[in-house]
């Protein structure tokens, strides 16, 4: 089944249609803890050579995958420990500098909602450069301080522009230390919707994720550290149909069909540019998204002094 | 494989289920016209028997559907001749009184880009009740006019009251001659998807839509006529699925298979409450949003005078 | 000087035009008390005689202000104390009932920043009437709960109808036991602008405050006891005038100029329909909504068993 | 009077504070032409020596004003004949080349209503620079064309960067021939409020306007030409109180004290960052945002061949 193409964001769901042995053999290590307080379970998967990559059809670096089922839930704080959580992984992702200075790009479409994510994340966010630039980090009462920009670039069909284009252009300009990317995602799984944060120090990159394309956010692309952080919102509807088939035809006997229908998208070119999403994902993506800027607000705190 | 029940608020997709014999003979009369501007096919479905009403799943009354393959584009004028159809086609499904008080109900959640077309079309209205009321028609340099009034109640979600709860009170509150309801429905196929308006004089009718329901919107709940305006904005996630498997094994032996899939949100619960979209839905529910208010308003002028 | 009529809707600022003395012989008790966590001033005016109401121009009732210099900070956790210090405030004037039926009314336009405090604080409630009304209240684990149903009605230029007629629409429709309108005021002083929370039982007047006007949101006017939390978000424009008349020409000797000029609004009729308003207000709004809506959802938790 | 110094980015209203004797001595020249369908007044402003520029405190170029009365109405049409006298005179400052890649960027807050015309203005341009980049000119049925793209920046509270970086930045990256930059404009009459277009080739300046700062949108900063279309949609709180002074005191013995009170900003530093802005603002603005994005896209089409 593992040869049926489907299209996933999730590095931990590409790791799963590999088997264990092949992991070790191929430079793939894996790490795992509980966060109890919200029954959450983290995941850090290495890649750690050309043939994992490879095999994992991901480039190689560090993706965190942080399961929890409660963010789909309100919760009156937030579910700050998560935050704390994605605040953690986040520092050990990023330069470790005493005093940074991050740019926050916030992927997306403002205006659709399951797409969101990203804009409304970056509308959270304790916004300090202007003021460190302007008074100093004394303004904050402090001696050091890590700071913190950020950018909704929009998406293409509204700006003309490749995303970036648009970032490497304000990367130039500003010479920030580091860059974090938030994304909304598309998880193979309809199980994994909303529920899951995904790490990683490998960036954003387009389509098949191979090269030093000219259009990714990654380190190669934009010449600093580029940290992704993605929240599957949406099923891409291809994947959803071929694993609707698979499921249906996984007991019975048509395993050839399953194969013929499994890159649906082929079969069903109408369902291309079709995405699914549940019907309450204006309160999800409101929650989640707060989740995570409190994660980057944390994280950026950490170092002041 | 018509017995395969999927989920469609298209009258017209449940008329094509049924024969042309079967219709002559059970009381569906059909017509139907051409826009030729903008390539549009009309069709007027009477459904005048509870015989056809049983047949159909669909209560008795009259449902138009505009089919304007052109309505998904952009237009500098925002497909004129469609409002102008549409406010002729409401016309006729209105009160024939000189002077109308109408209520025009914009259903959905403005926060879900694929929902909001209800509320986005009553951001456009021309309301003048207020005025009316308060100045006469004068205000208007006529001396008799319609008078139009809007709601946008939300979804109970939000509210804990049902739809119908809050436009009752409104309505028994403030006496409009009639209701105009605009909603954004679930199509069957995606090739309806944002390119069909439909009509009726039957108004909002929840779940299996029969019977005086108290959550209906329906003159026989509220006691005015209601007519409904639906656009198809989004494929309910288990229909794509059906759709998908139909299609995938039409050409093959596998019709039984076929058929108990059918029932897909049996077999695949997490579809459930999920829907599909286009990438593009802000731009698209902006436009027809625009096309379907301006239909009202031009309805609402023509008896100005 | 305080012969000027200007407009607020701040019982406080109402009050501090009445000398002491006059307070106590016309029926006007003041208790007050400090929230130290946020050095917050909280203040109780009870208004408890026709002649306190007329030298007041406010109905009888209880007034509570929270003066809280800090609200419109940032604060990680959205100033909780004074959500708690609302939620007791609240409880002290909805009906002491085991169960309550509430519903909460968000006045204003949600596409208007400075008068979106109402729509974006209803946003945040937990609304729970159409769970218990399905399910029971057993679907939260308790034996009795407060239920919560809220409300948006939008503005009368958009609606065509008066808040007042589709309040008192759903309230017939739904019978609540309490209603709390949340609304956006106007105050006299920009200093108070955005700290200043006013809880009052007279409910929401509109213009001369006096009667049982058709148009009022209050006990006389819709059956149930009506709760109303405002927040002055901006300033009237023909009072900012008057107000820096006043000042500008204080240790003049102007004073007869000044009287002139007091009703600005008559002088400057251009400045009718216009207020005046801070260039960060979406931020403060966003924060001050979540206090709101926090110390709603605290004070309907409360009797949860 | 005219020696107080109030705030205004209009060249229209800084002009008016010159006597035409001193215009024709210092090099100021001026054409006007009647827009009959909309009783609109075009006014052009040739500021063509430094003395001149000195005089009117506004750099040597180019100010066209479109006084149209009817703007703050509703209009079936969006003003139709305004957009196309806009875009007659944005071509007319633009580069006079055959093909032409234009960035638009649409300054202001989205999420402050009265500050959202540049980013609303944005959302219904025709944006075409990646289509053509990736199918060509032929992708729109012609031999050449100009293309454009567009950009929000967001405001320096959000970002933490000044606009001009994000600008300057994707300029470098994306090489466009020249930039139209949309914002919102403080007036210094209310009654200019919304009814005024100002374009000029001098782009924008951030305050006092003179000289080659570094956070200027003009040709000197960025190396391209840059149109800056400009609207009046709320007046400085401070200025109005200088106005209301100064009218209150006009017919009365009181210069001097108005003159005291003149730079109100001053005696009133409450006022500062402060607007005041009409109660149906948000109507307006979307409104106004289609007509001058309407004048982009006509401006941009008429090369097409």
Known sequence: ?????????????????????????????????????EGALVTR?????????????KPMGIYVT???????????????????????????LLPQEKEL???????????????????????NLCITRHIV???????????????????????????GMETAEIV????????????????????????????TIQITNTGIQPGSGVGNHRNALTRESLGVPVVAIGIPTVVDAATIVS?????????EEFGETAKLFGSSSRIFPELNNMYMTGKDVDEIIKRISFTISEGINIAMEQSME
Chains 1, 2, 3, 4 share one sequence.
């Open 1 to 37: 089944m593992s040869h049926i193409q489907v299209r996933t964001d999730l590095a931990l769901e590409a790791k799963e249609s590999i088997s264990q042995e092949e992991e070790q053999l191929r430079g793939v290590r894996v790490d795992e803890y509980r966060l109890d307080s």
């Open 45 to 57: 998967v290495s890649v750690e050579s050309k043939n994992a990559a490879k095999a994992m059809g």
């Open 66 to 92: 942080i399961e929890a089922p409660t963010l789909v839930e309100a919760d009156e704080d937030y579910h700050r420990d998560i935050s704390i959580c994605l605040a953690e992984e986040l520092r050990k």
């Open 101 to 123: 200075n991050v740019l926050v790009i916030g992927l997306g479409n403002r205006m659709v909602t399951a797409d969101a994510l990203g804009p409304q994340a970056v509308d």
């Open 133 to 159: 630039k302007e008074y100093g980090v004394a303004a904050y009462n402090c001696s050091r301080m890590n700071v913190l920009s950020a950018l909704e670039p929009g998406v293409m069909a509204k700006t």
């Open 168 to 195: 490497r252009g304000v990367v130039e300009e500003t010479h920030p230390d580091a860059l974090i990317v938030i994304d909304a995602l598309a998880a193979r799984s309809v199980k994994r919707l909303n529920r």
């Open 243 to 251: 694993d609707a088939l698979e499921k249906a035809l996984a007991d």
